[in-house]
């Protein structure tokens, strides 16, 4: 072999080898197995939906209204059940109420006597057709913690709209049996409020508006025998509050998202 064609040799292999050196440094720099994988997104991360300004409540006489929750709207620790604020309710505006609680049930958690909303709200009667749907509560998912509770808020109440196209709908948030307000009520609270003003829907808390305070807590709360529901009278005062809150929703004009000019009776 000549010395050109050796030298020739030489070149051509240090090119290959150099190409080699490059594919390997290429793909170590993609692959790096032992670098940490880029976390995913959680789920719910990012922004917070945008609010839509809820329509004033427009309400026919003697409407019929769904109230739909857990223990407060079964009438728990009143003298009778049907003592309830939701039943009480009715009288205060003359209006027709479907009862549908479900002691120690809420978005994730199952309840005592049923399931979780989801699968309460998949069993209602389609032929119903409510003017109105209070949708209640509910602290009982307060120990699930916060995972999944978005998603499950969200896929109740896409069931509830197929169900009732036409109804109006208030969400009523958790009233707090305890005080001070737990942390666990007061982030479903505040999710509550979130996800229903995305939908443009009104949005009635307890929490914000002080219903129950350290003043008038053993007035509307049983701590012994009803176990922290509300008495016969709280829950006549429940009933007081929601229908004052409701009176306002179907006059107040509205200024900003889930806002209005005046707020609910304190």
């Known amino acids: 072999m000549t010395p050109t064609a050796t030298r020739r040799r030489v070149r051509v292999s240090g090119l290959v080898v150099a190409l080699l050196l490059a594919i390997a440094a290429l793909a170590v720099g993609v692959l790096r197995p032992w670098a940490p ?13 945008a609010a839509i300004a809820p329509a004033p409540l427009l309400l026919p006489e003697n409407p019929r209204i769904l ?5 407060w709207t079964y009438g728990a620790a009143a003298t009778e059940p049907t003592l309830g ?8 505006l003359g209006a027709e109420t479907v009862v549908n609680g479900v002691r120690g049930s809420g978005y994730l958690k199952p309840g005592l006597d049923g399931p979780a909303f989801g699968e309460r709200i998949a069993a209602l009667d389609p032929a119903l057709n409510p003017d109105l749907v209070i949708i209640q509560g509910s602290i009982n998912d307060r120990a699930q913690g916060a995972a999944g509770y978005r998603e499950a808020v969200t896929a109740a109440w896409d069931a509830l709209t197929a169900l009732y196209p036409q109804a109006q709908v208030v969400v009523l948030g958790p009233a707090p049996h305890e005080l001070p307000v737990g942390a666990g009520t007061a982030r479903i609270d505040a999710d509550l409020g979130t996800l229903a003003a995305a939908r443009g829907w009104w949005y009635i808390s307890p929490v914000a508006e002080n219903w129950i305070t350290e003043r008038n807590y053993l007035d509307v709360i049983d701590v012994d025998l009803g176990r922290k529901h509300p008495s016969t ?14 009176s306002e929703l179907t006059s107040a004009p509205v200024t900003e998202a889930g806002e209005s000019e005046t707020t609910p009776e304190q």
Do not use: C, N, Q, T
């Open 37 to 49: 994988l880029p976390a995913a997104a959680p789920v719910g991360a990012g922004e917070e939906p």
């Open 67 to 71: 109230v739909f929750g857990d223990s």
């Open 85 to 92: 604020y939701a039943y009480v309710l009715a009288e205060l």
């Open 233 to 246: 009278d709280g829950h006549r005062y429940l009933a007081e509050k929601v229908a004052a809150a409701l």
